[in-house]
């Protein structure tokens, strides 16, 4: 499984690389949440979560369905 969802968030990569930012598999859980580090501009973005749960949990609970729970930042930021 860790293969097809690397193999899936390489297709959103280049998406975000076009406006500085980039993503980074970290692991897949036994709970099967996938966990990502946002890179670049993605890092510090204010619409971080939304890239996250929008755009790349979507596209890999519409790949994957239920081995997909939840897609997770390991480098989360409060924002005021």
């Keep these: 499984m860790r293969e097809k969802i690397i193999e899936a ?46 755009g790349i949990e979507g596209l890999l609970k519409e790949m994957f369905g239920d081995e997909v729970a939840a897609v997770e930042p390991t480098n989360k930021f409060e924002w005021m």
Aim: hydrophobic fraction near 35%; charged fraction near 30%; glycine fraction near 8%.
């Design 9 to 54: 968030i390489e297709q959103v990569r280049p998406f975000l690389q076009r406006d500085g930012g980039d993503v980074k598999f970290v692991d897949y859980t036994d709970d099967k949440v996938v966990l990502v580090e946002l890179q670049g501009h993605c890092a510090g973005c204010p619409h971080s979560q939304a890239t996250v749960k929008d």
